[in-house]
């Protein structure tokens, strides 16, 4: 993402004008944008003239509208991908889509004011944002994430089972699946049975070769590591093919990206919510120790230990981390990026400010991606989760705060004896 132009003062008033280059820039416009915000961006809209004689011409015209966002949409190729377990060997390379909907504020000549339209971001587009309630620390944060040079993907991963094999690309916030290929491959019973089998066979290696060379970007710099993951051993067939096949082809550039690259990783089933377990395992996570994924990854799975080993340790849900954040009781905060696309202004204020208090007692405050396992993994524990520095128990908590709101009830009731 390149950033175009930003004022935005003390208060959060301002704008910032921002360039996306790909899927993941997409993503991090889709978290910034929100219902009530003020976009200016390209679109193309379909203008209709009538000439003296009264014939109407109608053509498309590319303008810049600014709306008043009512709806943002965004889809990607993986969120359609996982509909369906196969797709043809032939494949396509789909990329995200963001849409943002809304009434045009700003006057246009060719569009009147209040007019309902629908942007088309599109990338290498300039996007202008200007937040209705302000720029908080959340939306700021995400502005300097997105605009870090040299991102993009960091991990290619193709996980395999018999006879299928999805293609995955791992960035700082987003899996994504690229493509999918899926070859039957029938039961090696008879001799003829054998045959059939490895034909079958040689042909999955092939369009899973021909299908890597498209979808992993094995000569990027910025990639750390080239995962075969798959139960059983369908991944040891399937690297030493494509290394056998590599030098056939003579692509040293392939051949030197497997041996610098190449990990194989054992995983419990051929589908790709397994990534969890890639990403935990301790072959990947020295690799990439730095990266947000694997950051995510590793909190998450301290999370679960202590909620086994030390519950009193490890709180979960909306009510009870802010009760924990109010004791000051939080080491380790866990929020998915999808509580701060709230509808309501005051939902995202409130976890805004709860990231920030704990990040000001010295806590750490660990933002998931929904688009990562991990971050879909927290979303399914309410999307909010703690692991504290020292034990508290939920229940004397929940018993001091009622005690507390009953004292507060009879001074009121006192106060308002004594105004009587």
Not at 339 to 353: C, G, H, I, M, Q
Not at 377 to 405: R, W, Y
């Amino acid at each position: 993402m390149k950033l175009i132009g930003k004022y935005v003062d003390k208060h959060g008033a301002g704008h910032v004008t921002l360039r996306p280059e790909d899927d993941e820039d997409m993503w991090h416009l889709y978290n910034l944008i929100q219902k009530g915000d003020s976009v200016r961006a390209p679109a193309i809209r379909r203008v209709q003239k009538t000439s003296t004689t009264g014939s109407i011409d109608s053509q498309r015209i590319r303008l810049n509208l600014t709306l008043a966002v009512t709806s943002v949409e965004f889809s990607s190729y993986s969120a359609a991908a996982e509909q369906s377990s196969s797709a043809d060997p032939s494949g396509s390379n789909n990329s995200a889509a963001l849409q943002i909907a809304g009434r045009v504020i700003v006057e246009n000549p060719h569009v009147k004011l209040g007019a309902f339209h629908t942007l088309d971001i599109e990338a290498n587009r300039d996007v202008r944002i200007e937040k209705s309630d302000g720029w908080d620390s959340i939306a700021l944060s995400r502005v300097e994430e997105a605009i870090v040079p040299g991102r993009g993907a960091e991990v290619g991963a193709i996980v395999c089972g018999e006879g299928t094999a999805a293609f995955c690309l791992l960035s700082e916030h987003m899996t994504l699946v690229t493509h999918r290929i899926s070859v039957p491959i029938p039961r090696k019973a008879a001799s003829a049975g054998s045959s059939q089998h490895d034909k079958a066979l040689t042909k999955f290696y092939s369009t899973l070769y021909d299908a890597l060379i498209r979808h992993i970007p094995f000569g990027n710099v910025g990639l750390k590591a080239i995962v075969f993951a798959s139960p059983g051993w369908v991944r040891d067939s399937v690297y030493e093919y494509v290394m056998q096949e590599a030098g056939k082809r003579n692509d040293k550039v392939l051949q030197r990206a497997l041996r610098e690259k190449g990990i194989k990783i054992h995983i419990s089933s051929p589908h790709v919510h397994s990534l969890v377990e890639v990403l935990k395992s301790p072959e990947i996570s020295a690799q990439l120790k730095e990266t947000k994924f694997a950051r995510e990854g590793l909190a998450l799975d301290k999370f679960h230990k202590m909620l086994a080993t030390d519950e009193l340790r490890a709180w979960y849900g909306p009510k009870h981390v802010a009760l924990a954040a109010d004791r000051g009781a939080i080491g380790t905060l866990l929020i998915s990026d999808e509580l701060f696309r709230a509808s309501d202004p005051d939902t995202r204020k409130k976890y805004v400010a709860l990231v920030e208090g704990v990040q000001q007692k010295g806590g750490d405050a660990v933002i998931f991606s929904s688009m990562h396992e991990s971050g879909q993994q927290l979303n399914q524990l309410s999307g909010i989760a703690a692991i504290l520095t020292f034990p508290l128990d939920i229940e004397v908590v929940e018993a001091e705060e009622k005690e507390e709101e009953q004292r507060k009830k009879r001074e009121m009731e006192v106060d308002e004896k004594e105004e009587g």
